[in-house]
């Protein structure tokens, strides 16, 4: 795998860069007045239960390895794409289903949009610009665990708080069989536009 060129680098510093931004503003914007470390505490349990912020620290970590010149580790081809998949997914998640729920204002609009906007589109577009090949489809089936993961762990909070991070995975209010409908969905999704990804990358190899 050839060494990101200079402009993919800028491009993965500048991504890296909104996405820090966009978290810290976010983290923030968390915070309880006054609240002191127990603020801080059920703040951070709370900004670590989204996986939209647990996607852009990926995205992060990812563009500052392939800033500084990275060709593996984190900088490699599964992780890059795996990454693509899942802040795709938030994109696409949050346009058709999240954003008629709320109507951010100040500076929270500013976090939601860095967050849900401009970190996809920048990171999709520095991907689709950047290196291809070496993917396998194990690591496919490696990166479809994240999400699996990630419910357990939605779940887990949503019944020590009362609060689940998002309303298709409320359990209290959906019931089993409509959250059991909507995991399926989600999981349907990740698959198809996982199969989706991994063959562009085969496409984009060979141009």
């Keep these: 795998m050839r060494a990101p060129s200079s402009v993919a680098r800028v491009l993965a510093g500048l991504t890296a860069l909104v996405a820090i931004l966009s978290l ?14 127990q603020g801080v505490g059920s703040a951070s349990l709370r ?16 563009c500052l390895a392939r800033a500084s010149g990275e060709v593996e580790g984190l900088a490699g ?37 860095g967050l849900h906007y401009a970190v996809p589109v920048l990171y999709l577009l520095g991907w689709a610009l950047g290196e291809h090949g070496g ?19 939605a779940m887990l909070l949503g019944r020590l708080t009362g609060q689940y991070p998002y ?3 409320d359990m209290e209010m959906l019931g089993w069989k409509a959250l059991l409908g909507n995991v399926a969905s989600m999981t349907l999704a990740f698959i198809a536009l996982g199969g989706l990804l991994w063959k562009v990358d085969e496409s984009l190899a060979r141009r």
């Design 47 to 62: 900004f670590l239960g989204y996986f939209t912020i647990l996607c852009n620290i990926g995205v992060a970590a990812v």
């Design 77 to 113: 081809p599964g992780p890059r794409a795996a990454i693509a998949l899942y802040i795709g997914i938030t994109g696409l998640v949050y346009v058709l289903v999240l954003r008629t729920l709320w109507h951010p204002q100040g500076w929270q609009w500013w976090a939601d949009a």
């Design 167 to 169: 309303p298709f995975l």
């Design 24 to 37: 810290v503003l976010q983290f923030v914007l968390l915070l309880p007045p006054g609240g002191g470390l």
């Design 135 to 153: 993917l396998h489809w194990k690591q496919l089936l490696l990166a479809l665990l994240v999400p699996v993961a990630y419910l357990a762990w």
